[in-house]
């Protein structure tokens, strides 16, 4: 264990997160935004011709394969690839020509019902829970008087925030308020006191800890320390109250909470 | 310089797949055992406060996340689409290689492989290229995946005999993950090994039927380990796609999710011992398998460790693959215990769930890409690792989700800190925290020394028994790759990363 027990507990309080991957982050390959005119008719085409063997969301049913992930459909432009397919068939694998039951446009239709398929599946980021209000209200706003009622209320600062949010961020919010709010001038200060080993003390907003480096502000400005043997810190952060709470909360506490604070419209 | 030929010139003494790492760094891990250990003792624990700047290097934005190589006083490494050759003495640029993209996740590069006079490397867009390391001039690239279908690349390529490994990593699309092996000279294909079997063959009876083992997963991101006694190359799985939605897919899902031995020459499969069954939570066991040598009750014994993303720390046997330990390293609420072979057994309360639950660790896991360090000198495995945890939702409740299926909200960034784990017993003993965030590797070398980094830009010197700094240095942004030594000219350099720029530290002159 690092010698001095003190500074480790500190440190644990700050620093920068890792940041979080986004699509625009990851440079995700995407096919092109289509049509929703030509996806929708599409997509009507696809069940009534094609779901029978490649299911109903084309990632394969009876007999036929997976379109999404197949190498033919990804590697298709605008019909060069499906288009010879669906036309001719594959006689040797049971496929047979759609050549005389869909027109050119029809196809291309269906086309275009694949690449947004495909698109869909690739944009994670985008994907949106369902009910989160699971749980039981009232046992809720009880546990939420016990744990959380000696720093906020629902007729105060929690005041029909559930119409600010949306449910998974409101979730997220309660349980860890560091993830979600920017650190902006409104955003809760944590603040340090370090006493020098000369006996001086300064107290105010914490800038930076590391384990060679203490910085805040003050009314008089900016002060940077280097952190010695005899240097001695005591770090207040407003929301380290909720990564308490974290640690032995259940996930029927959550369900509880989040169903309270939903209903705080 | 001819790798081979660095590694004919071992002392008889040291195993072979731990030749004694000493004045160059030829390979992603230094040597083909992963330990990052280093022979060299100039810098030591007496002297290291004395370090001092010899060079930087700007390669000018993308942060570097390769291991650089240092073969004949030249450095070479990468970032996505770039390559560079700089005078590992100087920091003097020699050639600098770049490609248009056609695309494909840039998340990262490994850095290079090397054979003979030529360099190896992936690009994003799914290409194994190959440059003459004198001049920069590309000889070959052959397309080693196809990108329409999500497949990207990051690992550094491996090179043992006449083999280069490389393989694809994946994101969003369900397709099989792979590694393959390339011929140095041609490029031409000589194998693949998937990481889902063929329908009806050996490891189906853990898939719910061939739909799902096809879409597979199982991607091979890190390059792995190489014991030339055994003739085994060790390597390991990432998740089974959809990546948290596992209601399509019943079952332990072989062989994601696994530390997999295969034999350089055929790619046959000599034993795997799976970290994670089913899992639903992105804890690929990607991460370095390191070799080692130990006396476990009085006998000597060769050894392989793992800390895995899922928090957990694994020491097994290397020659078959037989469960040594399993240990906790960080906090996690995932598993009920272990089984019989010490693998965890998962909560299914915790997998996702359509009104979330929460897990420690969180996606990111307990640790990840940051390479560790083995020391044979104290028998500690170091590894930099982090506290976390995310409420993880299931959104597609579907019958045959596809892609991710769900997706996790961090609730707790947590301490990070280098952790020093007893390598037979994975007890922890002792942890040094480094703040917030930072994704630094680890090196040990000879002189008593263990380098890392913090979260707030400083590298670090520890000392590798107890854990306390010696020294340090803020490079003004946190490492993301592993540190290297070199000795050129008598002198020995330490080379540390710092997002684009390359640090060389050594003594003063005398």
């Keep these: 264990m690092l010698s001095n027990p003190k500074l480790s507990l500190v440190l644990a309080v700050i620093g920068t997160a890792v940041p979080h991957l986004s699509a625009q982050g990851l440079n995700l390959y995407l096919p092109p935004k289509q049509n929703p005119a ?136 309660w349980l860890s308020p560091q993830s979600v709010l920017p650190r902006s001038a409104n955003s809760p200060v944590t603040t340090v006191t370090v006493a020098l080993p000369s006996g001086q003390r300064f107290s105010g907003k914490l800038t930076h800890l590391s384990e060679f480096n203490v910085s805040l502000y003050d009314s008089q400005g900016y002060h940077s320390f280097p952190i010695t043997s005899g240097t001695k810190l005591q770090v207040h952060d407003p929301l380290a109250a909720h990564e308490q709470l974290l640690k032995q909360l259940t996930d029927s506490d959550m369900h509880n909470v989040t169903t309270y604070l939903e209903t705080l419209k | 310089m001819n790798i081979q030929l660095l590694l004919a010139g071992i002392a008889l003494a040291a195993p072979l797949y731990a030749h004694q790492l000493n004045k160059s ?155 393959a092996s390339y011929d140095p000279v041609t490029g031409k294909l000589q194998w693949r090994w998937y990481a889902t079997p063929k329908p009806g063959a050996p490891g189906s009876e853990t898939w719910p039927n061939s739909r799902a083992q096809k879409h597979g997963g199982g991607a091979v991101w890190i390059p792995g380990t190489y014991d030339p006694d055994l003739n085994i190359y060790y390597f390991g799985t990432a998740n089974p796609q959809p990546v948290m939605a596992g209601q399509g897919r019943k079952g332990a899902n072989l062989w994601t999710n696994s530390i997999v031995a295969v034999n350089p020459d055929t790619g046959k499969m000599v034993w795997f011992y799976q970290t994670t069954p089913h899992d639903v939570h992105d804890w690929d066991a990607s991460e370095t398998p390191v070799l080692f040598d130990a006396e476990i009750n009085g006998k000597p014994r060769k050894l392989l460790a793992q800390a895995n993303r899922n928090g957990y720390f694994f020491a097994l046997d290397r020659t078959n693959g037989r469960h040594i330990v399993t240990s906790k390293f960080v906090p996690n609420n995932w598993a009920e215990g272990l089984d019989a072979t010490g693998r965890p057994i998962r909560n299914p309360k915790k997998d996702p769930q359509p009104a979330g639950t929460i897990v420690f660790p969180s996606e990111g896991g307990g640790t990840n890409w940051f390479p560790p360090s083995y020391d044979p000198q104290t028998g500690l495995f170091y590894v930099r690792v982090t506290r976390s945890g995310a409420v993880f939702y299931l959104t597609d409740t579907s019958a045959n989700p596809e892609s991710w299926g769900g997706m996790d909200k961090s609730v707790w960034s947590g301490p990070s800190s280098i952790e020093a784990i007893h390598a037979t017993t994975g007890k922890i003993v002792w942890n040094h925290p480094t703040g917030r965030g930072g994704t630094s590797g680890v090196l040990t070398t000879a002189g008593k020394l263990l380098f890392g980094g913090d979260g707030s830009g400083n590298a670090l010197a520890l000392d590798p028994d107890s854990g306390r700094t010696l020294w340090h240095v803020n490079l003004g942004a946190t490492m993301r790759n592993g540190p290297i030594t070199y000795e050129l000219d008598g002198r020995q350099y330490i080379l540390l990363a710092a997002g684009a720029k390359l640090f060389a530290f050594a003594l003063p002159k005398q």
Aim: proline share 5%; with cysteine.
């Design chain 1, 38 to 173: 030509a996806v929708a008719r599409g997509k009507q085409l696809f069940q009534t011709n094609c779901s029978f063997c490649h299911g109903p969301e084309a990632t394969g049913g009876n007999g036929g394969p997976d379109l999404v992930g197949s190498v033919l459909v990804n590697n298709d432009h605008h019909g060069n690839l499906i288009g010879p397919v669906v036309h001719n068939g594959r006689p040797d694998k049971g496929m047979p020509s759609f050549s005389s039951k869909l027109t050119k446009t029809q196809v291309s239709d269906i086309v275009a019902f694949l690449h947004q398929r495909i698109r869909n599946v690739r944009m994670r980021f985008s994907y949106k829970v369902k009910n989160l209000a699971i749980g039981s209200a009232a046992a809720g706003k009880t546990y939420f008087k016990a744990h959380c009622g000696s720093c906020h209320s629902a007729s105060g600062d929690l005041k029909e925030i559930a119409s600010k949010y949306p449910p998974e961020t409101l979730q997220q919010l």
């Design chain 2, 25 to 179: 760094w030829p390979t992603y891990n230094g040597d083909y055992s992963g330990r990052r250990f280093s022979e060299l003792s100039q810098i030591n624990a007496s002297n290291v406060k004395d370090l001092t700047l010899v060079w930087t290097y700007d390669s000018g934005g993308v942060p570097i996340k390769a291991t650089p190589l240092m073969v004949g006083g030249v450095l070479y490494f990468t970032v996505p689409d770039h390559a560079w050759a700089v005078d590992a003495r100087t920091g003097r640029e020699l050639w600098h290689w770049t490609t248009k993209s056609r695309g494909g996740i840039h998340i990262g590069n490994r850095g290079m492989g090397m054979y003979k006079n030529w360099l190896f490397f992936v690009t994003p867009d799914d290409y194994l290229v190959s440059l003459d390391a004198t001049t920069g001039k590309e000889r070959w690239r052959v397309e080693i995946a196809d990108l329409k279908l999500d497949y990207f690349c990051t690992v550094a390529p491996v090179v043992v005999g006449d083999h280069v490994f490389a393989s694809p990593s994946i994101e969003s699309i369900d397709n099989r993950g792979y590694l």
